[in-house]
C-alpha cells in the first residue's frame, strides 16, 4: 500500500453529514411542495457555462468571484454564480417553446469564489421561483402568497399565528419621488445609500446621499422623510397623487394588500415598508423582505421583486417577470438557532435488532411490512450483543425498537421499546403496524 | 443596448425543460423515499475537491476526462467525477463521528469530460445508495430488497408482477475458479473479457482470455463453462466444493435468494447468472445486474456490488461496503419509450382562469383553499378572452378548469371543465374541494 492521501475538503467548502443533509432535503422538499402547489415547474440548467454567457461581454470585478476556467476543448467556462442568469439565458432560448406567462422553480447549488468566512461558503443552494412574461399584479399578489405559504409549511406559525412578517415596498415610489426631485438618474446610488439604513442608521445615509450621490441636503431629507412615513396607504396616495409613476406604486401595494387580505394571508403577515431597498438596481416594481419574529438581525430570510427586463443581455423580446429566492442557510441557521432542528442522524425510525440470526430473513419480511405501512424500518446487520445494537440505534436516534427473539417469534408478538422513555410493551403481530402508527403519531 | 449575446448552452450540456424535470424529479423523489424506508440517510459532498483527491496519488489516464483546473488560489481542483471517490473521503473523514455500520445516499450531479454522443452527457445524475462497515450478508440481502422496491415503486409492475429482473453473482465464486486454475493473478483481464460476453460472443472472449490474457485455451474453456452453467445452486455447490473461496460465494447467493424470498420478494425477480462480472476489480463479492422485462437492450438499469475497502487511499481503517446505483437517464430514456412518462409541463392539476378582473381576490382565495386541500392549483395572470386563457391551459396539461364569472359568484357555485374530454359541471361551492379530489382520482 502506497503512502496515504490526506482526506480533506477546499477551503470555503463543506461536506453535510446526515443530520444537516435531513434538515436540507426537508426546506428543499417543502419548497418544492409549495412552489408546485402554485403550478411553477421545475428546470435544471447546466453548472458550466460559457464565461461570456454568465459575465456578459467584457466581464467586470465580478468576475474575479468566478470559478472560470479553460475546459479540455480550451473553451472559456464557468461555474454558475447564481440562477438568474441562467434563467435569463434559459427563457431566450426557450420562452417560445414554453409560452408566456411561464413560472419555473429552481433549487440548485451555484459558486462564488468569495473569501470564506463564518457561516459564508463558496458553495451553496438557491431555491428560487419567478414567473415570467406578465406585468399583471395578479403575479406580484401570488409571489407574496407563496412567500407567506412557504414559511408557514416550513413551520414559522405558532397557534395558526404567522412568526415572521413580510414588508413590501414598491420601487416605483422611490423612483416618482426621485424623478419628481429630478435626480431620476441617482437611483443606483440612493438606492446603496439606503439599502445601509438599518446599519448605519439616518445620519450616516444622509451624509452618504449628499456626498456621494451628490443629492443636496434637502432633497436627501425628503427622500428619508419619504422612507420613514408610517405607510398608511391614503397618506401616501395623497403626498404622491401628483406623480403618475408613484401612484401606480401606491395603486398596486394597495391592491396587493386587499387581495392577500381576501386570500386568507392574515393582515399582521404583511407590512408596507418603504425602506426597504434591495440594493440591485434590477428591480423596478414590487419588492419583498421576509424577517423571522424570533431573529429579525438575522435578516431576510426570503427576498424578491419585479423586474422589467430579464433577458436582455440575449434576446430583444422584453421579458418582465417576478420572483424570490429562499435563503436556505440562513434560514437554517435560524431554525438550528431556534431549536427547530432534530438531531436524528437516520430518516428511519424503527430499528429492528438481530436478535437470533437464524431468523434474519423473517426479520427482513418484518421490516418489509413495516415499509409497506409506511414506518421507515432498518434491521440491523449484525448478530451481535443486544446492547450493543440497543447503543447504536440511541447514537441514531431511532423512535422505537422492535424486538424478537425465539420466545416472540413462537408466541407471535413483538417486544416494542421506546428508545426515548425506555418504556416497553407487547403487541400482538396481528396488530403491529397500526398500533406502531398510534405510538408514531402519538410521539409527534 | 449592446450587442447580443447569442444564449447557447455548452456542448455535451443541456437544460431541463419542465417535463423533463418533473420525471427527473418524480425518479428522485421515490429513490429518496426507498432509501429512506430502509434508514439510509442523505449526505452531500462538495462538487469542487482537490484533484489529488480525486484522482490518487499521481493521477492516471481517466484524468483527461476531468474539469480540471488551478482555482483563484492556484490550487489543483477538479469537479467530481463520480459519488464513490467522495464517499471514500468522506468516510475516512468522519466514520469515527458516524459510527459503523454507515448507511448513506447521495444523488447528485457528477462531470466528464467525455467526447459527448447520443445519451451521454458530460453532466449526469448520480443516485448511489451504500452500507459501509458490515461484512454481513444482511446488507447484500438488503441491497437486493432495495433494488427491489425502487424498480417497483417507480412503477415497474404489472398485475403486482415485477416487469423487470435482478441478476445476481458472486465474485468470490469466479475467484476461487481462478484460484483454483492457478491464474488468480489474472482476475482483472479475465474480468474483461467476461464483460464483453453479451457483445461480443463466446469464441471472441475465450480468444481474448488466451490471446490477451494468457489463460490456456482449457482454462479458458472452463472459465466460460462455469459462467455458462445453468445456475443451480446445489448442483453448483457441489461442482466447487473443493474450494474454499467459491464455497463461501455460493453459500452467500443461497442465503441471499432465501432470505429474499422470505421477505417476500417474488422468486421470478431474482436469478443467479455467474455471467454478470461488472468490468470494475473493485468489487469483490456480491454482485448485481438489473434489466427491464420490456427492454432488456438498453442494459442494467440499478447495478452495483459488495467491496472489501473503500477508503484504502485516505485511510489505514479498512471499510467494506455494499451498495448500488440507480442509473436516472438510462431509466429515464426507457421510460419515455414505454410511454410511462407524461407531457404536461406544469405539476398543477387545476386550473383557474380570471373572467373577472375585479374579483381577483376571490380566485386568489378559491386557488389558496384548493391548496389548502392538496390539489396544485394555479390563476392565470391577465384577465384575458378565456379562450385565449384555456389555450394556455392545454398547451401545459392542467387537469380540469374551474371557472367562475359574476354568475357563478352570485349563485355559489362553479363551473369546473375537464380540459381532456371537454365535459363540463357545475359544482356547489360547500362540495368543491370533495368533488375535485373525486373526479382527479377517478382520473387517474
Not at 421545475?42 to 467586470?60: A, N
Request: proline share 4%; charged share 25%.
Amino acid at each position: 500500500m502506497s503512502e496515504l492521501i490526506t482526506p480533506r475538503v477546499l477551503g470555503g467548502f463543506r461536506d453535510y453529514l446526515p443530520d444537516a443533509m435531513m434538515a436540507r432535503e426537508r426546506l428543499m422538499e417543502t419548497a418544492r411542495r409549495v412552489y408546485r402547489s402554485y403550478g411553477f415547474s421545475p428546470i435544471d440548467t447546466p453548472v458550466l457555462e460559457y464565461s461570456e454567457i454568465l459575465l456578459g461581454k467584457g466581464g467586470d470585478e465580478s468576475d474575479k468571484q468566478l470559478f472560470r476556467f479553460r475546459d479540455n476543448g480550451d473553451r472559456d467556462v464557468a461555474m454558475r454564480f447564481d440562477l438568474t442568469v441562467p434563467l435569463a439565458r434559459f427563457s431566450a432560448m426557450h420562452a417560445g417553446e414554453l409560452g408566456l406567462p411561464f413560472k419555473r422553480y429552481h433549487i440548485a447549488p451555484v459558486w462564488r469564489g468569495e473569501k470564506p468566512q463564518k457561516g459564508r461558503y463558496r458553495e451553496f443552494v438557491q431555491c428560487d421561483f419567478d414567473t415570467i412574461g406578465t406585468l399583471s399584479n395578479a403575479a406580484d399578489i401570488e409571489t407574496l402568497m407563496v412567500i407567506y405559504d412557504l414559511l408557514s409549511a416550513i413551520g414559522f406559525t405558532q397557534n395558526g399565528q404567522p412568526q415572521f412578517g413580510i414588508r413590501v415596498n414598491n420601487r416605483l415610489i422611490l423612483n416618482g419621488v426621485l424623478e419628481q426631485l429630478g435626480v431620476a438618474e441617482k437611483s443606483v446610488g440612493v438606492l446603496r445609500a439606503i439599502d445601509k439604513l438599518p446599519k448605519v442608521g439616518r445620519e450616516a445615509v444622509l451624509a452618504e446621499m449628499v456626498e456621494k450621490v451628490s443629492l443636496t441636503n434637502e432633497q436627501a431629507v425628503q427622500v428619508l422623510d419619504l422612507l420613514s412615513t408610517e405607510a398608511d396607504l391614503d397618506q401616501l396616495e395623497k403626498l404622491l397623487a401628483a406623480n403618475a409613476k408613484a401612484s401606480e406604486g401606491v395603486a398596486r401595494l394597495r391592491e396587493l394588500l386587499s387581495a392577500a387580505k381576501e386570500a386568507g394571508i392574515p393582515a399582521s403577515a404583511v407590512t408596507i415598508d418603504l425602506s426597504i431597498a434591495r440594493g440591485l438596481d434590477y428591480y423596478t416594481g414590487t419588492i419583498y423582505e421576509t424577517f423571522l419574529t424570533a431573529l429579525p438581525t438575522i435578516g431576510s430570510v426570503c427576498s424578491g421583486g419585479r423586474y422589467d427586463n430579464l433577458a436582455g443581455l440575449f434576446t430583444k423580446e422584453q421579458l418582465p417577470g417576478i420572483g424570490a429566492s429562499l435563503g436556505l442557510d440562513r434560514l437554517l441557521a435560524a431554525m438550528e438557532e431556534l431549536g427547530m432542528i432534530g438531531h436524528a442522524t437516520t430518516p428511519a425510525v424503527v430499528f429492528v435488532p438481530q436478535f437470533d440470526e437464524s431468523k434474519l430473513g423473517a426479520y427482513m419480511h418484518l421490516a418489509r411490512r413495516l415499509r409497506a405501512a409506511g414506518i421507515a424500518t432498518e434491521v440491523y446487520p449484525e448478530a451481535k450483543k443486544l446492547g450493543k445494537q440497543l447503543q447504536y440505534a440511541d447514537r441514531k436516534g431511532f423512535r422505537l425498537a422492535v424486538i424478537a427473539g425465539s420466545d416472540e417469534f413462537a408466541k407471535g408478538e413483538w417486544q416494542v421499546k421506546d428508545l426515548q422513555s425506555g418504556s416497553k410493551e407487547m403487541i400482538a403481530d396481528a396488530v403491529l403496524e397500526t398500533r406502531l402508527l398510534e405510538i408514531l403519531a402519538a410521539g409527534k
